[in-house]
């Protein structure tokens, strides 16, 4: 198949192709070369960019590492896979991983973008005791939560700025030695330059504007858009007046929150009473 026979609105195989094409293409290299750096041949990689062929997941990983995608590839691969991902959800994060700024407010879980290997195997752990979620589907959000990860590093990174409940940090999770280093991992998050931390603390009551997560994204045409989820599926909201009022809500957020040294003051304080 030649470059220009793929189309990626024939399958979700084939938008993967394009995209690994795109994404390899951007980074000057050719087949071969990308080949070399996955452990696999260019012959192979020549399959996945026409979809002929797809990769294991742990290339997929790897790709998206090499070439600083920021989890797109693994994303668009479990969307293919399609078994564990909320409906909603992979729109979602394909805008997340070119945003130029990211403004969550999260409640009773540390964000996923902030979450450590260990914290997010109890969480999901928890949700396949439950009865959730099965093994595998557990399997493929870890994935697909810790791929995401990555645009906290990327270059140029991402603004990132999180309000977390206090709830979040309170909920012991897989018990302290979960905990401790999950506390302290935001701390160290918290010293980065594009990375803004406040707890909202119990206190805040009813002045909170906010009572379920929520997600805005600037793009990089300086466009914005939501994403909040139910109980069945996630949603992107598009309309600008929902946004603006949002956008506006999250502000008033931000003043009524503790500072972002007050804020690492209480998670550290946390992380002090766990460890003792």
């Known amino acids: 198949m030649n470059k220009k026979d793929l189309d990626p609105t024939i399958s979700p195989a084939h938008a993967f192709g394009v995209q690994f094409r795109r994404s390899r293409e951007t980074k000057g290299l050719t087949q071969a070369q990308l080949g070399d750096l996955l452990g696999v041949t260019g012959t192979y990689v020549g399959c996945f960019e026409r979809a002929s062929r797809m990769p294991h997941i742990d290339t997929v990983n790897r790709a998206d590492e090499v070439l600083e995608t920021g989890g797109t590839l693994a994303l668009m691969y479990w969307n293919i896979r399609h078994t564990a991902l909320r409906e909603g959800f992979p729109e979602f994060v394909e805008h997340e991983a070119t945003a130029i700024e990211l403004r969550l407010f999260e409640t009773g879980i540390i964000p996923g973008l902030l979450q450590t290997p260990e914290y997010v ?58 905990m401790v280093p999950q506390l302290r991992y935001i701390e160290e998050l918290a010293e980065l330059p594009r990375v803004i931390i406040q707890v909202a603390p119990f206190t805040l009551g009813a002045c909170r504007p906010f009572h379920s997560c929520l997600t805005l994204l600037t793009l990089p045409d300086h466009t914005r858009v939501g994403y909040v989820e139910s109980m069945k599926r996630g949603y992107v909201e598009r309309d600008l007046s929902t946004v603006q009022e949002w956008s506006r809500d999250y502000d008033r957020l931000q003043v009524d929150a503790p500072s972002v040294a007050d804020s690492v003051a209480m998670i550290r304080t946390v992380r002090e009473e766990l460890e003792r």
Request: hydrophobic share 45%; charged share 20%.
């Open 121 to 178: 195997q109890a969480e999901l752990a928890r949700a396949v005791s439950c009865g959730n979620v099965s093994t595998e589907q557990a399997a493929e959000r870890a994935s697909v939560r810790l791929a995401r990860q990555s645009l906290i590093t990327r270059q140029p990174a991402p603004v990132l700025h999180v309000v977390m409940d206090e709830s979040a940090i309170r909920w012991q999770l897989g018990g302290p030695e979960v």
